[in-house]
Protein backbone atom coordinates (compact mmCIF):
# COMPACT_ATOMS: atom_id res chain seq x y z
CA UNK A 1 0.00 0.00 0.00
CA UNK A 2 1.32 3.49 -0.74
CA UNK A 3 -1.28 6.34 0.86
CA UNK A 4 1.05 9.41 0.70
CA UNK A 5 3.93 9.62 -1.33
CA UNK A 6 7.15 10.09 0.96
CA UNK A 7 10.63 11.27 0.22
CA UNK A 8 13.11 10.00 3.12
CA UNK A 9 16.26 11.98 2.01
CA UNK A 10 19.23 10.06 4.06
CA UNK A 11 17.00 7.56 4.01
CA UNK A 12 19.72 4.70 5.37
CA UNK A 13 21.05 7.06 7.51
CA UNK A 14 20.93 6.95 11.40
CA UNK A 15 17.21 7.87 11.56
CA UNK A 16 16.25 7.99 8.19
CA UNK A 17 16.97 4.69 7.73
CA UNK A 18 14.67 4.12 11.39
CA UNK A 19 11.95 6.68 9.89
CA UNK A 20 11.53 3.96 6.62
CA UNK A 21 10.76 1.46 8.76
CA UNK A 22 8.14 3.39 11.18
CA UNK A 23 6.19 4.19 7.94
CA UNK A 24 6.87 0.76 6.34
CA UNK A 25 5.16 -0.54 9.70
CA UNK A 26 2.20 1.38 8.94
CA UNK A 27 2.07 0.28 5.24
CA UNK A 28 3.72 2.78 3.84
CA UNK A 29 6.33 1.95 1.37
CA UNK A 30 8.54 5.51 1.38
CA UNK A 31 11.04 6.39 -1.85
CA UNK A 32 14.50 6.58 -0.37
CA UNK A 33 16.78 9.31 -0.84
CA UNK A 34 20.81 8.02 -1.14
CA UNK A 35 23.73 8.43 -3.53
CA UNK A 36 23.01 4.76 -3.79
CA UNK A 37 18.81 4.15 -4.42
CA UNK A 38 17.33 4.46 -7.41
CA UNK A 39 16.60 7.35 -8.50
CA UNK A 40 19.70 8.34 -6.71
CA UNK A 41 19.81 11.58 -4.55
CA UNK A 42 23.20 13.53 -4.17
CA UNK A 43 23.77 16.72 -2.47
CA UNK A 44 26.39 17.23 -4.68
CA UNK A 45 24.51 16.89 -8.10
CA UNK A 46 21.37 19.29 -8.29
CA UNK A 47 20.43 17.28 -11.49
CA UNK A 48 19.37 14.09 -9.18
CA UNK A 49 17.01 15.81 -7.09
CA UNK A 50 14.19 16.64 -9.21
CA UNK A 51 13.66 12.55 -10.35
CA UNK A 52 13.78 12.07 -6.86
CA UNK A 53 11.14 14.63 -6.12
CA UNK A 54 8.97 13.80 -8.87
CA UNK A 55 5.26 12.94 -7.30
CA UNK A 56 6.48 13.68 -3.77
CA UNK A 57 4.21 15.24 -1.24
CA UNK A 58 5.89 14.92 1.84
CA UNK A 59 9.62 14.47 2.80
CA UNK A 60 11.82 14.03 5.74
CA UNK A 61 15.44 15.70 5.02
CA UNK A 62 18.53 15.09 6.63
CA UNK A 63 21.44 17.11 5.89
CA UNK A 64 24.54 15.24 5.66
CA UNK A 65 26.95 15.15 7.54
CA UNK A 66 25.82 18.46 9.49
CA UNK A 67 23.84 21.57 8.50
CA UNK A 68 26.85 23.22 10.21
CA UNK A 69 28.45 22.80 6.96
CA UNK A 70 29.81 25.22 4.59
CA UNK A 71 27.11 24.91 1.84
CA UNK A 72 24.24 23.26 3.74
CA UNK A 73 22.12 26.69 3.95
CA UNK A 74 22.43 27.19 -0.13
CA UNK A 75 21.99 23.11 -0.53
CA UNK A 76 18.57 23.42 1.66
CA UNK A 77 17.56 27.08 -0.02
CA UNK A 78 17.86 25.34 -3.27
CA UNK A 79 16.21 22.34 -2.11
CA UNK A 80 13.08 23.88 -0.87
CA UNK A 81 12.39 26.39 -3.59
CA UNK A 82 13.09 22.98 -6.08
CA UNK A 83 10.13 21.35 -3.67
CA UNK A 84 7.58 24.17 -3.51
CA UNK A 85 8.05 24.63 -7.55
CA UNK A 86 7.54 20.60 -7.60
CA UNK A 87 4.25 20.64 -5.55
CA UNK A 88 6.07 19.17 -2.27
CA UNK A 89 2.91 19.33 0.31
CA UNK A 90 5.22 19.19 3.94
CA UNK A 91 8.50 19.05 4.63
CA UNK A 92 10.00 17.63 8.22
CA UNK A 93 14.13 19.24 8.56
CA UNK A 94 15.99 17.13 10.94
CA UNK A 95 17.50 20.14 12.94
CA UNK A 96 20.36 20.38 15.73
CA UNK A 97 19.49 21.84 18.76
CA UNK A 98 22.09 24.90 19.57
CA UNK A 99 23.27 25.27 16.21
CA UNK A 100 23.04 28.95 14.76
CA UNK A 101 23.81 27.56 11.38
CA UNK A 102 20.26 24.63 11.79
CA UNK A 103 18.48 27.59 12.59
CA UNK A 104 19.45 29.86 9.46
CA UNK A 105 18.44 26.41 7.61
CA UNK A 106 15.22 25.79 10.12
CA UNK A 107 13.92 29.46 8.74
CA UNK A 108 14.51 28.90 5.21
CA UNK A 109 11.71 25.95 5.47
CA UNK A 110 9.82 28.08 7.69
CA UNK A 111 9.20 30.80 5.13
CA UNK A 112 9.36 28.78 2.43
CA UNK A 113 5.04 28.40 1.69
CA UNK A 114 5.28 24.84 2.36
CA UNK A 115 3.94 23.16 5.59
CA UNK A 116 6.41 21.73 7.63
CA UNK A 117 7.44 20.78 10.94
CA UNK A 118 11.17 20.71 12.22
CA UNK A 119 12.40 18.10 14.78
CA UNK A 120 14.96 19.73 16.52
CA UNK A 121 17.90 17.05 18.39
CA UNK A 122 20.13 16.99 20.66
CA UNK A 123 23.20 14.43 20.51
CA UNK A 124 21.86 10.92 19.27
CA UNK A 125 22.99 7.82 21.36
CA UNK A 126 23.79 5.90 18.39
CA UNK A 127 26.89 8.16 18.00
CA UNK A 128 28.26 5.39 20.42
CA UNK A 129 27.46 2.52 18.15
CA UNK A 130 26.88 4.11 14.71
CA UNK A 131 29.28 7.15 14.41
CA UNK A 132 32.63 8.93 15.58
CA UNK A 133 32.26 7.69 19.41
CA UNK A 134 32.78 4.05 18.28
CA UNK A 135 36.11 3.32 17.17
CA UNK A 136 37.10 4.88 21.34
CA UNK A 137 34.70 2.51 22.54
CA UNK A 138 35.97 -0.66 21.00
CA UNK A 139 39.55 0.36 21.68
CA UNK A 140 39.04 0.89 25.16
CA UNK A 141 39.77 4.16 25.66
CA UNK A 142 37.61 6.82 25.33
CA UNK A 143 39.39 10.14 25.33
CA UNK A 144 37.53 13.11 25.28
CA UNK A 145 36.91 17.00 26.31
CA UNK A 146 34.43 18.43 28.46
CA UNK A 147 33.81 15.70 30.59
CA UNK A 148 31.54 17.35 33.20
CA UNK A 149 29.17 18.84 30.03
CA UNK A 150 25.62 17.87 31.09
CA UNK A 151 24.05 17.09 27.53
CA UNK A 152 20.66 15.56 27.06
CA UNK A 153 21.80 12.44 24.84
CA UNK A 154 18.58 11.47 22.64
CA UNK A 155 17.82 8.27 21.02
CA UNK A 156 17.27 7.70 17.28
CA UNK A 157 14.32 5.06 17.63
CA UNK A 158 12.53 8.09 19.14
CA UNK A 159 13.68 10.69 16.77
CA UNK A 160 12.45 8.54 13.77
CA UNK A 161 9.18 7.19 15.75
CA UNK A 162 8.17 11.13 16.15
CA UNK A 163 9.25 11.74 12.90
CA UNK A 164 6.88 9.60 11.36
CA UNK A 165 4.07 10.60 13.17
CA UNK A 166 4.62 14.26 12.54
CA UNK A 167 5.04 13.13 8.65
CA UNK A 168 1.29 11.65 8.91
CA UNK A 169 -0.22 14.15 11.30
CA UNK A 170 -1.09 17.70 10.10
CA UNK A 171 -1.81 19.37 13.64
CA UNK A 172 2.04 19.48 13.91
CA UNK A 173 2.22 21.48 11.01
CA UNK A 174 4.34 24.62 11.52
CA UNK A 175 5.40 23.10 14.93
CA UNK A 176 9.15 23.10 15.80
CA UNK A 177 9.65 19.60 18.32
CA UNK A 178 12.48 19.67 20.22
CA UNK A 179 13.37 16.14 20.66
CA UNK A 180 16.08 15.24 23.59
CA UNK A 181 16.29 12.30 25.84
CA UNK A 182 14.99 12.11 29.38
CA UNK A 183 17.53 12.99 31.20
CA UNK A 184 21.09 15.30 31.45
CA UNK A 185 24.42 12.78 31.28
CA UNK A 186 27.79 13.76 31.03
CA UNK A 187 30.33 11.33 28.55
CA UNK A 188 31.69 9.37 31.98
CA UNK A 189 28.50 8.27 33.11
CA UNK A 190 27.99 7.31 29.64
CA UNK A 191 31.30 5.47 29.29
CA UNK A 192 30.70 3.93 32.44
CA UNK A 193 26.86 2.73 31.41
CA UNK A 194 28.59 1.22 27.90
CA UNK A 195 31.46 -0.38 29.90
CA UNK A 196 28.73 -2.11 32.74
CA UNK A 197 25.60 -2.90 30.05
CA UNK A 198 28.99 -4.34 27.56
CA UNK A 199 30.99 -5.34 30.78
CA UNK A 200 34.21 -4.15 29.18
CA UNK A 201 36.53 -2.68 31.25
CA UNK A 202 36.62 0.81 29.62
CA UNK A 203 39.22 3.44 30.89
CA UNK A 204 38.18 7.39 30.29
CA UNK A 205 40.76 10.30 29.70
CA UNK A 206 39.32 13.99 30.38
CA UNK A 207 41.32 16.13 27.85
CA UNK A 208 41.57 19.08 26.20
CA UNK A 209 39.61 20.37 23.39
CA UNK A 210 43.00 21.09 22.02
CA UNK A 211 44.38 17.71 22.74
CA UNK A 212 40.95 15.78 21.76
CA UNK A 213 41.66 18.07 18.31
CA UNK A 214 45.76 17.64 18.13
CA UNK A 215 44.57 13.84 18.43
CA UNK A 216 42.34 13.39 15.28
CA UNK A 217 45.28 15.34 12.86
CA UNK A 218 48.05 13.00 13.84
CA UNK A 219 45.24 10.26 12.77
CA UNK A 220 45.37 11.95 9.85
CA UNK A 221 41.48 12.07 9.61
CA UNK A 222 40.12 15.02 7.21
CA UNK A 223 40.10 18.63 7.71
CA UNK A 224 36.26 18.98 7.06
CA UNK A 225 35.93 16.37 9.55
CA UNK A 226 38.11 17.71 12.22
CA UNK A 227 36.64 21.03 11.56
CA UNK A 228 33.24 19.67 12.40
CA UNK A 229 34.09 17.83 15.37
CA UNK A 230 36.07 21.04 16.66
CA UNK A 231 32.58 22.88 15.97
CA UNK A 232 30.70 20.69 17.39
CA UNK A 233 32.29 20.37 20.82
CA UNK A 234 33.23 23.95 21.17
CA UNK A 235 30.13 25.93 19.51
CA UNK A 236 27.50 23.07 20.03
CA UNK A 237 28.09 21.04 23.24
CA UNK A 238 28.82 24.07 25.06
CA UNK A 239 25.44 26.14 24.08
CA UNK A 240 23.26 26.23 27.37
CA UNK A 241 20.30 25.78 24.52
CA UNK A 242 21.43 22.32 23.82
CA UNK A 243 21.88 21.30 27.97
CA UNK A 244 18.13 21.00 28.79
CA UNK A 245 15.69 18.30 29.14
CA UNK A 246 12.64 18.85 26.77
CA UNK A 247 9.75 16.93 27.22
CA UNK A 248 8.34 16.97 23.32
CA UNK A 249 8.99 13.15 22.60
CA UNK A 250 6.57 12.52 25.63
CA UNK A 251 3.98 14.75 24.05
CA UNK A 252 4.22 13.45 20.40
CA UNK A 253 4.64 9.92 21.06
CA UNK A 254 2.66 9.54 25.06
CA UNK A 255 5.59 8.14 26.41
CA UNK A 256 8.47 8.30 28.11
CA UNK A 257 11.88 8.71 25.83
CA UNK A 258 14.28 6.25 26.29
CA UNK A 259 17.12 6.37 28.65
CA UNK A 260 20.59 5.87 27.90
CA UNK A 261 20.75 3.14 29.89
CA UNK A 262 17.68 1.54 28.12
CA UNK A 263 19.60 2.17 24.59
CA UNK A 264 22.45 0.61 25.62
CA UNK A 265 20.73 -2.35 27.00
CA UNK A 266 20.16 -3.26 23.55
CA UNK A 267 23.10 -2.03 21.92
CA UNK A 268 25.49 -3.95 24.09
CA UNK A 269 23.26 -7.69 22.92
CA UNK A 270 23.89 -6.81 19.12
CA UNK A 271 28.32 -7.47 20.09
CA UNK A 272 28.80 -4.18 18.59
CA UNK A 273 30.50 -2.96 21.77
CA UNK A 274 32.52 -6.15 22.25
CA UNK A 275 34.83 -6.11 18.69
CA UNK A 276 38.40 -6.25 18.38
CA UNK A 277 39.86 -5.14 15.34
CA UNK A 278 36.07 -6.08 13.50
CA UNK A 279 35.88 -9.51 15.30
CA UNK A 280 33.68 -9.87 18.03
CA UNK A 281 34.91 -11.30 21.74
N1 LIG B 1 24.48 12.92 15.24
C1 LIG B 1 23.96 13.77 16.10
O1 LIG B 1 24.20 13.70 17.30
C2 LIG B 1 23.03 14.87 15.58
C3 LIG B 1 22.39 15.69 16.53
C4 LIG B 1 21.50 16.67 16.05
C5 LIG B 1 21.29 16.83 14.70
N2 LIG B 1 21.95 16.03 13.83
C6 LIG B 1 21.72 16.22 12.39
O2 LIG B 1 21.42 15.00 11.80
C7 LIG B 1 21.66 15.12 10.39
C8 LIG B 1 22.12 13.78 9.86
O3 LIG B 1 21.07 12.86 10.06
P1 LIG B 1 21.35 11.32 10.30
O4 LIG B 1 22.34 11.18 11.41
O5 LIG B 1 20.04 10.64 10.39
O6 LIG B 1 22.03 10.91 8.93
P2 LIG B 1 23.48 10.29 8.70
O7 LIG B 1 23.50 8.93 9.32
O8 LIG B 1 24.53 11.27 9.08
O9 LIG B 1 23.49 10.28 7.14
C9 LIG B 1 23.70 9.22 6.33
C10 LIG B 1 22.72 9.31 5.15
O10 LIG B 1 23.08 10.40 4.30
C11 LIG B 1 23.28 9.87 2.97
N3 LIG B 1 24.30 10.67 2.32
C12 LIG B 1 25.59 10.83 2.67
N4 LIG B 1 26.20 11.65 1.80
C13 LIG B 1 25.27 12.00 0.88
C14 LIG B 1 25.27 12.83 -0.29
N5 LIG B 1 26.38 13.46 -0.72
N6 LIG B 1 24.13 12.96 -0.98
C15 LIG B 1 23.00 12.33 -0.60
N7 LIG B 1 22.93 11.55 0.49
C16 LIG B 1 24.05 11.38 1.21
C17 LIG B 1 23.66 8.42 3.20
O11 LIG B 1 23.33 7.64 2.07
P3 LIG B 1 24.41 7.24 0.93
O12 LIG B 1 25.74 7.11 1.61
O13 LIG B 1 23.87 5.98 0.37
O14 LIG B 1 24.37 8.37 -0.06
C18 LIG B 1 22.74 8.05 4.35
O15 LIG B 1 21.44 7.76 3.89
C19 LIG B 1 22.70 16.23 10.22
O16 LIG B 1 22.16 17.29 9.47
C20 LIG B 1 22.97 16.69 11.65
O17 LIG B 1 23.06 18.08 11.72
C21 LIG B 1 22.80 15.05 14.22
New binding site residues.
Partial sequence: MNVENILI?????????RVAEQLKKKGIEPR??????LP??????KETWVKSLDGIEKMYV???????VPG?KEAIESLTYLAKELGVKKMVL????G?TE?EACEAIVMNSGINYTIV?????N??WS??FFLDPVISGEVALPMSDVLIPF?D?ND?AEVVATVLLDDSYNRETIEVTGPELITFKDIVDIISSTSNRKLNFHNITLEQYIDGMKKMQLPTDVVWLIEY?FSHVLTNPKNQVVVNDVERVLGRKARTFKEYALETAKTGIWSQVEGQCL
Wanted: glycine fraction near 12%; aromatic fraction near 10%.
Fill in positions: IGGTGKTGRIGSRNASFDWNNTYHPDLAALSGKEARASWFQNESVAIL
